[in-house]
Each structure stands twice: as structure tokens, then as C-alpha cells.
């Protein structure tokens, strides 16, 4: 019985999934600079998921670039307030 | 450009939160770590060197556990803030009011969050990194409900057990934190016990999984299965380029591709899951053949014994769908030709071999397959003898004579010995070979074998149906299939079987009955799931295009499925009548028109293609994101869009730790002289503003910090502030609270202003009601303009842009914006308002 529910919850879910992806997709799509603004509503799937893909490089990228940039200037700061941060931190 | 430098109490504040935003991103890179050692770990191997908090960044990458950390840095920066503020406070009552504490600190892997208390105020300021909504979840019915009782809305709010929210309170100058039932302790206690800050979300994902369980179990096993995807191909792909010459990887490679497709698109979560127990069934089968033969045998025994499992599985499908392959080679046009060919060309291939072989120790196996091949191939096998015997057999081992003989003996039982004859006049070139020409000629000998045999496929339809319907009624449908198979068609095979060959199959009934019992339940529970995945089953080739990559595609998963619950025969009858109507419905379209069917399929393959590349991508994006063994496309994506956030909230915080930019400064109207115009309050917490974001300038010639663009947060609309921030700032103007939004996330935050303070707080962007973000400059004047502060921006940012090299891209774009929107000077008309509407 147990395994009727769940097959009935998978082919119910696998129905539902066609909205709840294309749901999900819209929302990427939101998130993404690039194609956020077009207006059309229509970008392929294929389209956002590439775009994401490329977004989450060019963000890692820039993670990286700033972690980098970070890591420099927490080096070389020496305030109070990073002493305090650092002796506790090095507890 | 000095981080930290020429701080002010306000800034000060703002450097801690920077620091524990940096901190939190850290932590974040390492729970990335934790799980892919990507990527991130040289990141973090690049702080560690460069970094003077070697002890920490060592200590993230050591520690076994995240939460540990986590809770330590929770403690942590809950000690500093404290500490920060008791030391400030009496230098600066104003800005720190005697009564503040530090209610609340939770450190989530999106961000922190930090809520202060005014005691004198009663008011309650937040600050966060993560999403309010996180927040709010946390403590709003504490919050509500507290809030009116005045003095022990502290420990109230914290303690609320179940989510657990510690609190570290400051009072008196002494940290305190309040356990669960109120009993107070030293901080130094505190710190063993820890902010458990990051439960809620992990108790939802808890939650999640839980209602999931199914996902996560495939989730589990897909992991696995990946691996052995990746390698499981190879053979095949291999097998393809081992025998260049050899027709039956040309063929076959088509219906491997098929398959691997389908693996991973429409029946993902269940197909690859169980494609552990196919491939390596098949990759065993072909070893094991591989090693029983010698020499250059090996290899094409090995392609023919896949193949011939191919097959096996098409067949199987093939046979408990009515023979749907001949309803569809009637169209020769079809790609089902391609998969028809195919699978005839594999019996085409193991027949003459397994005549030759069958002495060898591999007979056993062969036999199997041979057997399924057979049974349900049966009228094509002698047509596709023959011809092989006339155009490939130089390839294939040396027993033409035998071979025909065969031939004769199959058509002889299987009626279409006519047949045997006419299919190679119908082929007239019979000796040209090519892959191509043995194509079209297996098309040819389909499409008659399809006219001559009507009559039996229908009667092997009728009969299988009956099979399906007593399987229906009985429930079993493993068992029962198995026997029906072996009961009608095997015997028509020991009564023709005098040839040694034979009596191998003969031998191997048993092993034969399992199989195809496996085979059976796979081709009966495959239809429904084709079915429901490609949904056009009108057409009759289309059906029986999908029913063959349904039946052998799901064979696996069956298999396994059979294998792990027994429950699942329960309702196997169920699958079984799905596939009588469907069986009854192929029939029925069979007659109709081809025109339709090939509309269909052709809108089919798009489809297909369609889906393809989605899923290509899909898996890219899977690659992307750190520690993502969602199998399924939705949870697939909900992950990709909480990395996308988080990613951009990284890059922001980074930016901000940077000394790109401050923390965005609101001021809500603290001083009548200049709140009451602006409104920021409105602007604050749960007003959608998403992304409001100012900046403030510090005074001290110090880099000024430039707007940035912040990526647009959709779907962080935070619910209606129950955070009193707001109606502190109404209601009592007295509170020295300002709410620091930050963008994104619509984070207020409790920021000291006034006099002691000079910095002057940037424009604000928002999507509120507010049409002119506000700029002030509390340094100049205390109410003045937004032109006093335009040049006060501006100035700072072209150096900015200038200078550094290292500004990324977003930032530089929001540089331009800033100038852009400094440049409409009174009046910024935020682009934020458009991105957000």
C-alpha cells in the first residue's frame, strides 16, 4: 500500500512538475541580469539554464576575485576592532 | 582604501558586520568545501595564506564539523558585538542606548542575523544576512507574543526551544545568555553551549527530505549510479569504434544513445537509479563472454552479446507490446526502423554466432539471449538470416550452410517460411552489403514480413493479452508471464529444435524463464511509464517507437524494483491493464493514418531534442552547484536558484568586506528635521524593498562607497515587518534605532546615528513608494539635500572606478548606476524600480 501511495505521489509529482519547473525556470530567470528584463516571456528553458550557468561562473569568478581582494585588505587592517575580532577568533 | 580605516562607532559596527559577513561567506565556502573539494578549496587555501586569521581560516578547513564552528563564530561575534557596544556605550549613549543588547545572533549558511534590543525602548532592531523570512520563522511567535511583556521579551524571544534560538544578552556590561529555562550563565559557558542558529533551515531541509523520502533514496542511489553511468557507456561506445566494419555497432550505437537518454531524461529519478543493476548485468554478461571467448573473437562477441542483450530488451518489449516493432517498420521512414534494424540485426549477428559458439562455455549466456531474441523476433530471424547469410556473413562466423538450414527450420514453425524465399528477391542486391543496403533490406523484409504475419501477431496479441489479463487478475504478474512465455513459445521451439543450438536453449529454460520473467515485468510496467513521459500514444508507430524504449528503458528499473519491495506486485495488475488498454489502443491506431503518427513523432523528436538539451543543461548546472545530488529537476532547480542567491549575496558581502561599498545605511526618521519628508521607515523591513541599499559616505576622505547595483532578489519579499523596527521609529522617536537595509534581503539594522557620528548616508534606492531616495549627508548639514550629497558621491567614485582594477563587473556596473543615478540628481529614480517592477 505503501508503495501505491508513493506511485501515486510520483505520477501526481511528475505532473506537477511541468508547472513547478517552469515556476522554477521563471524564477531563475529572475535572478539572472541578463535576461531578466526581457520582457518576452518566452526564453527556453534551455536558454535560463544556460544562462545560469554562465552567471554562477562569472559569479564564481568573481568570488574569487574578491576573496582574493578580501583576504589582502583583512591582512592589512589594524584597527581595534580587528584585534578584538582577531583575539577572539584565535581563542 | 584601508578597510577599517578612520572608523567611526557607526562604521565600526558596520566593519564588524562586514568582518562576520566575510566570516559567514567563509563558512559558506567551507560547507562547500566540505562536500566537493572544488573550486573552493584553493579559494579558502588563498585566504588562509593571505590572511592574518590564519588560526580561523586553518581551524574551517580542520574542523570536522561545521556546526561547531559555526556555533563558535556565533558566540563569537555575539561576544564582539557586545563587547563593541558595552565599550561604546558610555562614550556614546547616544548611539548606544543603555539598554541595548544583543539579543540574538544566528549564524545560517546564508547569512547572519542579529537581532538588538532596546530595554528602554522596548524595541527590538535586526540586522540580518539571511533572509528575513529565516528570521522571522525563528522568533515571530515569540516576537508577537512578547513584545508586550516589556522585560521579558528578552529571554522570551530567545528561548524558544524548539527553534532553538539562544540569546546572549548584554546587560550591565556583562554578557549573559539565557538558556532555555531562563537560567542565566556566564558567557563562558555560553560558549560550550553554542548557538544552534542554523536549525531552522537544516530542520526544513530535514523536513523536506522527509516529505521526499523517495527522491532522497533515489537521490542516494543515484550518486552511485552516476559513476557507474559514466563508465558503464563506455563498452558500448567502445564497442562501436572496435568493429568499424561491423554492422552491428553502426546499428546499435543509435539505440545505445536512445537509451542513455532516456536514462537521464524522462524516467531520471527511477531509470538511473536502477541503470546500476542493468549495466552492470550487461557489462558482466559481456565479460564473462568476453573471457570465454579467445583470440579476436572477443571483441565481437562482446558487441554481439550487448547487442544481442539490446535485443533481448527491445524484443521483450517488443513481444509483450504485440510485436509493435513490425506494426511500426511498416514505415520505413521511422527511426523505429533504425531501432527495428537494430534489434534484428543483433539476432541477425548472435544467430550464426551462436551456432558456432554454442559448444563454448558462454552458451549458457548466449542460449539466454539467443532464446529471447528468438521467441520474440521469430518471424524475422530467417529473413534476416538469409540475408545475412547473403551480404554479411563474411563478417559474421563462417556457417552459411548451417545458417540457411536454420532459417529453414524457424520459417518452418513460424509460418513465414514463404517469407524466406521472397525476402531476398526483394532485396535484388542482395550482395553489395553496406551497412546501408542491409539496412534497407531488413526494412523490406520487416515490412513483408509485417503483411505475411498480420495474422499471427494478432494472434500473439490476443494471446498475450489473455497473459496480461490472468496476470491482472492474479496479481503476479512476474511469475506468470515468465510461464506463459516459456509455455508458448519455447515448446514451438523444442519441436522444431534438432539442431544442437536449440537444445543449448533447451538447456538454459531455467535461466531463460528468470530472465524473461525480468524482461516480462520490465515490458509490462515500462508502457505506462513511456506512456505518462512522452504522452502522445495515439499514434501507433509513436506507441510502438515509445513502448520499445519504454519496455527495454524501464526494464532495468522493474528489475531492480522487483528485487527490492515485493509489494510492488500488488499492483503490477494495474500496470497490466494499463497496457491492455494500451496494447488494444495500438491496435486500434495501427490502421489509422501514418500521416498522423508521423506528425506525431516528428513533434515527438523535437520534444525529445527539447528535453535533451534541457537536461544537458540541467546537468551542468548540476556540476555547478556544490553538493547537489538532487536527482530531480524541480529540487534541482529550487537548490540552483538558493545558490544563485547566495552566490550573489556573497559577491555583495564580499564586495562590502572589500571596501567596495558599506553596508547600505537607511535612515529611518530619527530626527524630525529630516525623517519626516523622506520616509524612510516605510522603506524599511517587509516594504518589498528588496534591494534598497544606500551607502554612507565617510567623511574622513576615505573611499567613498559606491552604489551597487544589487541583484534582484525575486521571491524575498518579505512578509509584513513584525519586527517592531518600524514601529519603533513611528512610535518612539526617542530610540536611537535606524534600520541598516541591506540589499536583497530588506535588512534593517539598528545603526547608531547622530551627531557622533558623521557620515553621511548614501541614496536609496528602493521600490517602495519613496520616488526620490533620499541622500543625506548628516556630516554637512543635518537636513540637506540630495544635490550635497551627489558630489559627495561621485567624487569618491572615480578613483574608484578608475584605480581598481579589480572591481568586478557587477560592481562596476553598479558603479555606472550610482554615477547614473547621482547624475539625476535630486530625483534618482531608482533602476532598481524597474528592475523590480
Redesign the interface.
Known sequence: ????R??S???SS?RI?DD??ND??S??Q??L?EI??TQSDKV???KV??E??N??????R?????????????????????A???S???? | MEWGSNFNSAETVCSIIHFIQTIRFCLNLREQTAGTTRRTTPLLLKLHQKSTYNILFQSMIDEQSFSALNRRFTVAMTTVLTQFISARAAEFPQVFPSGLAVLFVGCHLSGSSFVFFNKEAKSFSHFSTMPLSELYRVARGKLDSTQDKNNMVASDLSMNPENDVFELVWENGQILLQGQSNRTRKLNTSQAQCLPSHSPRDRDRDVGYFNNAKMVKFGAIDSVVRDVMSTAPSPDVELAHDDDDDMVPWLSYPLDGHLQHDYSSDFLPELSGVTVNDFPSRNSIASSIGKASGGNQVNRERDMHLNSLHGANLEDGNNSKLSSLDVSTTRPRSSMNQLHSSASQQIQTSFPHLRTKCTGGTENITGKILHDSLVCHSPQVPLIASSSSSTAKQKLDPTPPSNSSNVINFSHFLRPAALLKSSPQNHGVPGTGGSRNLDSMVKNCSAVNNQTHESSLIVTRDGIRNESNSCCKNAVVPSIDGKNLSDGKPPEQSQANKQPEVACLGDSADHDDRLKHCLEVGATKGLPDSEKAVESIIAASVCSRNSVEGASDDLPPNRKRKCHDTEDSEWHSDDVEEECNDVKRVTSARGTGSKRSRAAEVHNLSERRRRDRINEKMRALQELIPNCNKVDKASMLDEAIEYLKTLQLQVQIMSMGAGLFMPPVMFPGGMPPMNAPHIYAPMGVGMGMGFGIGMPDINGGSPGFPMVQVPHMQGMHFPGPSIPAQTVMHGLPSSNFQVLGLPGQGLPMPIPRGPIAPFSGGPFMTNSSVAAAPVENFGSAAASTSKDASPNINSPMVPNGGTDPSITPALRQANEQASCVNGSGVNPTTKNDLIAN
Open positions: 500500500m505503501s508503495s501505491r508513493s506511485r505521489r510520483q505520477s511528475s512538475t513547478q519547473i522554477l525556470v524564477k531563475l529572475q535572478l541580469p531578466r528584463h527556453s528553458a534551455a539554464l544556460q545560469t550557468c552567471y554562477i561562473r562569472n559569479l564564481h568573481e568570488v574569487d576575485d574578491l576573496s582574493e581582494r578580501l583576504s589582502e585588505l583583512l591582512a592589512t587592517s589594524d584597527t581595534a576592532q580587528a578584538i575580532i582577531r577572539l577568533l584565535m581563542q
